[in-house]
């Protein structure tokens, strides 16, 4: 199933998100025979305990929903685009520059990737670029939202957990 992909149209540049480590096959196929159990199950305990049954029907069902679901994110000229492909529907996010209040960049020792903490609202995305990426993608926010706060994760002075006194 071939969906299009909302920013086909927008143009240049478009920075895509990376994920930080490809899912293994062992875990997707180990999701797969985690699904079979289940349904198994589900089906084989319907006669003797018909809760427990319906429970791992339920959870077989959105456990396939969550090993078929792909999820696209980008950062556009127009903002922040995420893009959820399940089998049964799409889901689709998109937070304009007007909207995005911060950028925190954290270094986690990745040879390649940049984690970039996109603050929108009280909310946050998430998301690894690579290292160029992540620096296009600060100017860019920069040029379009001159209010946007950039922060380095590691510049940022830690707060230490002081415990109070009994007086």
């Known amino acids: 199933m071939r969906q299009t992909l909302p920013w086909e149209s927008v143009p240049p540049p478009i920075y895509v998100s990376r994920p930080p480590k490809p899912r293994k096959k062992w875990v997707t196929v180990g999701g797969w025979i985690l699904v079979v159990l289940l349904l198994l199950f589900g089906l084989m305990s319907k006669r003797s305990n018909l809760p427990l049954s319906v429970i791992s029907l339920g959870f077989a069902v959105l456990y396939t929903l969550t090993l078929l679901t792909k999820k696209d994110a980008v950062v556009t000229t127009r903002g922040l685009e995420i893009f959820y492909q399940m089998q049964i529907t799409t889901q689709y996010d998109f ?29 946050e995305k998430a998301l690894f670029f690579t290292r160029s990426d992540a620096e296009a993608i600060i100017k860019l926010a920069k040029g379009k939202n001159p209010a946007i706060r950039v922060l380095d994760y590691e510049a940022a002075p830690k707060q230490a957990s002081k415990k109070r006194k009994k007086k």
């Open 95 to 123: 937070f304009p520059w007007e909207q995005i209040n911060s950028i925190v960049t954290e270094d986690r020792k990745h040879p390649d990737l940049i984690r970039l903490h996109i603050g929108y609202s009280s909310m």
